[in-house]
């Protein structure tokens, strides 16, 4: 009778942890950069979801493992470098003038058409940075599309993988 009751309790405990459990439901895009022709060293390029506050809330991916010139991409290294974690997201290599580049990025459910934003950032050593090389609100359209770039990206296209 007290094993019964002592799997009873635990069953219960059991259900009662999975019901606080939430699972997030994310989708998977293939990202393809292209670059714009220019010379020079690679380009970093950091992908952020940005909250409908305009504010950082995770690193998606980044092009360049080297992290000595990661305070270079300066308004992402405010969000990411105060808390030096590990970073959130897979690192690639960084991307040659006139490159492309195709990467996977998972993005939660949750943040397509609820005011989130997806940010492209680039920089390239001793030449300029682009906060926004490429920025555009995450509808059920835009995971779908193609957008210019206004720096070294010349665009970017997002496809459900």
């Not at 990202?31 to 690193?59: F, H």
């Not at 080297?66 to 992402?76: A, C, M, T, V």
């Not at 030096?84 to 006139?98: K, L, V, Y």
């Amino acid at each position: 009778m007290k094993t019964l009751k002592t799997l009873l309790v635990l069953g219960v405990l059991a259900i009662s942890t999975l019901s606080f459990t939430t699972v997030t439901e994310s989708t998977s895009y293939k990202c393809m950069i292209q670059m714009i022709n220019y010379s020079g060293e690679s380009a970093y390029v950091v992908i952020s979801l940005i909250n409908p506050e305009g504010e950082y809330e995770k690193t998606l991916y980044v092009q360049g493992d080297d992290e000595e010139w990661y305070h270079d991409i300066s308004e992402w290294w405010k969000f990411y470098g105060k808390k030096r974690t590990e970073i959130d997201a897979i690192t690639g290599a960084t991307i040659a003038g006139g490159a492309r580049s195709i990467s996977v990025i998972d993005i939660e459910d949750s943040k397509i058409d609820t005011g989130y934003s997806i940010r492209f950032e680039t920089a390239v050593e001793d030449q300029e940075y682009y906060t926004k090389d490429v920025e555009f609100p995450l509808t059920s359209e835009s995971v779908k599309s193609k957008k210019e770039g206004s720096g070294f990206i010349r665009y970017v296209r997002l496809m459900p993988n």
